[in-house]
Each structure stands twice: as structure tokens, then as C-alpha cells.
């Protein structure tokens, strides 16, 4: 079946770092894919999306570009801040499916 | 945007008992709602699509006299893990659809002694 992979965390940063945090997937088809946020004490929050491949999905200084022929969708920051620290989700739906498939997370911190 | 509340955000009951999560979505109307189950370190497992008005439809492996879904009206729906035991310790999260996205609620975080 559909599958995420993401990097596993916690990533801790000092704030104007660079973020990369790796996202693979395994699915047939063309899926859809996303980046989700969980601030602490929040529930999940859309970051952004893609829906083909080339497709730069972009959001608050975060971007991540839907990569089809390395099945990847790897998220990237050019400078975090303290703010950004939270729980970041990949995850991927396929054409037709109302089903999310998630990776299983990474913890961000990032310390002033 | 869309929210999504979840009532309560954390619950601790005696094994054998039976407890409730609500779900609402606050300024929208959801005819689907989902129910996810997240254990530590690992991914939101989806256990179950809610639809308005019908009987959920519940992914391979869930037990649906277990964990009982119902939707009542547009903007409610709701868990019941009946008969708890200490192995449904977990991070229960619903999401509620609107268009091609989704939005969750906070959690409830579910303690079986």
C-alpha cells in the first residue's frame, strides 16, 4: 500500500539555520502531496501542497517541490525561527481517495 | 480558517469503562469527518470515515463494536471506545473535510488504567 517516509527527528537548530527535513513516498499512481504543521497543544495545520510533479507547494518561508522522479517532497526553510518549532507531518493522497497517508512525524526545536 | 474542537482534550478512565470523544466542527458545516489514532513516534493511523447520516466506514483492523462512530448532524460527530482497556492508551485525532482539505482538532489524549 501508500506509504510516507519521513526523517526521523527531533532536528534542533538555532534560529536563522536552514531547514531540510526528508520526505520519500511509496504509491501508485500520481498522488497529491502535503506538508502539515502541529504547533504544541494545536491540532494539525495545512503548510502546503502539491498536487503534480514539479509543482513547488510554498507557505511562510517554507517550500518543498514535488520530485516524481525520486519520489521525494523534502521540506525546506532558508532561515527558522523560534516560532517555527513544532511537528511537521508529510503525508500524500491519492486522485479519487479522501484518505491521508502520513509520515510519522519530526519534532522541530529551534533555540534563540 | 476552518476549526475543528475536540472534547475533551484529555481523558483518564478505569479499564472497563466507556468514554466518549466529541468532535465539532465551530464555523463550517462537514458532511466527513475522520477519526485518527497516533501512537508515540509513530504516524496518525486513520480508524474510520464519518458521513453525515450513515454508519462510518471503518479501515481493515479496527474493531467497530469497539469503537463506535456517530455523526449526528453536520457539525458533530463523535467516539465512543466502549469497554477501554490500558492497549487503547492513545492520541485520538478527528479531522473534519471541507472541499479537497482537511482540518483537525487538537487531540484528546485517551489514559486507560
Known amino acids: 500500500g501508500d506509504s510516507v517516509t519521513q526523517m526521523e527527528g527531533p532536528v534542533t537548530l538555532s534560529e536563522e539555520a536552514f531547514l531540510t527535513i526528508n520526505c520519500t513516498y511509496t504509491?501508485?499512481?500520481?498522488?497529491?502531496l502535503f506538508w502539515y504543521v502541529q504547533y504544541p497543544g494545536e491540532g494539525l495545520q495545512l503548510l502546503l501542497k502539491?498536487?503534480?510533479?514539479?509543482d513547488k507547494g510554498s507557505n511562510k518561508g517554507f517550500e518543498a517541490t514535488y520530485r516524481k522522479e525520486t519520489t521525494s517532497f523534502h521540506l525546506e526553510k532558508g532561515s527558522v525561527q523560534v516560532s517555527d518549532s513544532a511537528v511537521y507531518f508529510c503525508?500524500?493522497?491519492?486522485?479519487?481517495?479522501?484518505?491521508?497517508?502520513f509520515g510519522k512525524g519530526t519534532k522541530l526545536t529551534v533555540n534563540p | 480558517g476552518a476549526v475543528v474542537s475536540q472534547h475533551p482534550s484529555r481523558v483518564i478512565c478505569k479499564s472497563g469503562t466507556s468514554v466518549k470523544i466529541e468532535c465539532r466542527s465551530l464555523?463550517?458545516?462537514?458532511?466527513?469527518m475522520f477519526w485518527y489514532r497516533q501512537f508515540p513516534k509513530k504516524s496518525l493511523m486513520l480508524m474510520a470515515t464519518s458521513n453525515e447520516g450513515s454508519k462510518a466506514t471503518y479501515e481493515q483492523g479496527v474493531e467497530k463494536d469497539k469503537f463506535l462512530i456517530n455523526h449526528a448532524s453536520l457539525t458533530l460527530s463523535t467516539l465512543t471506545v466502549t469497554s477501554a482497556h490500558p492497549e487503547d492508551s492513545s492520541f485520538y485525532i478527528c479531522s473534519a473535510r471541507v472541499w479537497d482539505e482537511q482540518f483537525f482538532g487538537p487531540g484528546t489524549r485517551l489514559t486507560v488504567l
Open positions: 504509491a501508485t499512481g500520481y498522488p497529491s
Open positions: 502539491a498536487t503534480k510533479a514539479d
Open positions: 503525508a500524500l493522497i491519492q486522485g479519487g481517495s479522501e484518505k491521508l497517508v
Open positions: 464555523d463550517f458545516q462537514a458532511t466527513t
